[in-house]
């Protein structure tokens, strides 16, 4: 019986496996940073591009600030009660009163406006009686919308100097002045995004008359635009 050698007898060599070193850990540090790298110029990219979007978008509709007015002031009560016999001599005197305020809300831009709660205060020579509140609303493009609010002021009590000052204003001049202070706070809303915070100060100055009952006068402005 003859035998064949082995191929590897017969050529008198021993093959060896191939070694490969493992993957350097420099050369892979290096990859995940370089990926990073691009993650974020990328990102970075298309957030510039969205901002210059927004910014086209703005410019494109020029918005303008919000309109928010007193337009009306109904007294529905006016009650002074001085806590003396005298009332000249009066120490103390107590304030009642309910009056009702429409304010009328105009909106000019293009895109929609969103208000937040504003409040508003009732003042007699910077001492405040009371205080409303109109809750936060939507208004759409070009449109005016009125909303109201009740301020009750129940026997707020007045000392002193300031009371001899009412009671004075309402016995010999039938005529109290009184400050309506209060703040709106509006965001622009373009393409479901809302823009920051815009704040307008309504500053007004009503007069009333206890014996009528009723509103003489009535001064409004802005005091002011802040952002």
């Known amino acids: 019986m003859t035998c064949t050698p082995s191929q590897s007898s017969v050529s008198g060599t021993t093959h060896h496996p191939h ?27 298309l957030l510039l591009l969205i901002l210059a979007f927004i910014l086209v978008i703005v410019l494109a509709l020029k918005p303008k600030k919000p309109q928010f007015d007193l337009q009306q002031v109904g007294v529905q009560y006016v009650g002074i009660t001085p806590n003396s016999a005298i009332a000249a001599a009066a120490s103390s005197a107590s304030v009642s009163l309910n009056i009702r305020m429409v304010f009328t809300a105009i909106n000019d831009n293009k ?32 449109s005016v919308r009125r909303v109201e609010t009740t301020i009750v002021v129940d026997r707020v009590s ?52 206890p014996r009528k009952q009723s509103l003489t006068y009535k001064q409004c402005g802005f005091d002011g635009l802040s952002v």
């Open 158 to 209: 007045l000392l002193q100097a300031d009371a001899s000052d009412l009671i004075r204003d309402a016995a010999l001049n039938d005529r109290v002045e009184l400050r309506v202070l209060g703040d709106v706070g509006a965001k622009i809303r373009i393409l479901g995004l809302t823009s920051p915070g815009v704040q307008v100060s309504v500053d007004c100055t009503i007069g009333i008359s």
């Open 19 to 45: 070694y490969y070193p493992p993957p350097s850990s420099s050369s892979s540090k290096a990859s995940f940073k370089g990926c990073c790298c691009c993650l974020f110029l990328l990102f970075s990219f």
């Open 111 to 142: 895109v929609g406006i969103k208000y937040d709660d504003s409040r508003f205060t009732v003042m007699y020579r910077g001492i405040p009686l009371g205080r409303g509140i109109v809750p936060g609303f939507y208004q759409p493009a070009h």
